[in-house]
């Protein structure tokens, strides 16, 4: 039984073959002669649950999605419908769950509440973003990368702005994959020191520029994210803005990057706040893409939390 905890938990070869196991699964239902459903049911007769302590479209979707088109069952779960958000502990919860279920998402606030119901649950556990990683977004923008661009190994990656939960699943990435990250954002944003010190040791030149046109120089991929995240105060609001305003991912930054850099964004976004209409909307943007591969490459972490 494997959980999918974060990126840097998972062993880069595993990664890897997740990645090219989504992309052929992709394509094969490309292939697929015009009405025909899918044959591939490695799923059928499990039940998975999926469980969200915070709003998601996204993420609700394409497990949902997912799950179902590979023959199984799912039940979304609301964390504040569960006696969960009525003080049963998360281990109970996870004990129970296991009776019932094969297999646990879970959206939450606290990393804490996911490693608890890792270790208490009998199934396999899947994280769906908590205030400090979002893995299953990155493995989406990996298979994105690689379907426009190639190998992503090697390359330069920037993230503008805060150097929030996404990010740090782009920071355990870059060590797994071997890629390269350029932190450009307001030194009170930082991510964590823990996570670049991961990615450093595993081999990936990790560089935090304050000047954004300097660090985008030479980048492959440019990667924003909201300024405000579900787990930050909206009191917040006004002091991140004017901390990351220079930080905005627009027309003229992008000029300075490699003419052919692509752009990314998890989604939700705040247009013309941290990235501009022009951008998000534009040639080398590939959020879309990155929304779609969602799915896919959740598809390809749930076959291997559950060895089908
Ligand atoms: N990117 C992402 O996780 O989106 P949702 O919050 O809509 O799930
Ligand atoms: N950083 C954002 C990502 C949303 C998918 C948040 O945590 O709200």
Redesign the pocket.
Known sequence: MNHFLDIHKTNPDELRAMIDQAGAMKQARLDRPKGALDDDQPLAGRMVALIFEKPSTRTRVSFDVGVRQMGGQSMVLSGSDMQLGHGETIADTARVLSRYVDMIMIRTFDEAVLMEMAEYASVPVING?T?RT?PC?IMADILTYEEHRGSIKGKKVVWAGDG???CASFLHAAGQFGFDLTFTGPSQLDPEDEFIGLARKAGSKIVIERDAQKAVEGADLIVA??WI???DSQSSKERRHNMLRGYQVNKELMSHAKPDALFMH???AHREEEVTSEVMDGPQSVIFDEAENRLHAQKAVMRWCLGV
């Open positions: 973003l205030d979002h977004q929030n939960n996404v994210d909201t995240s579900m787990h998890c989604l939700p």
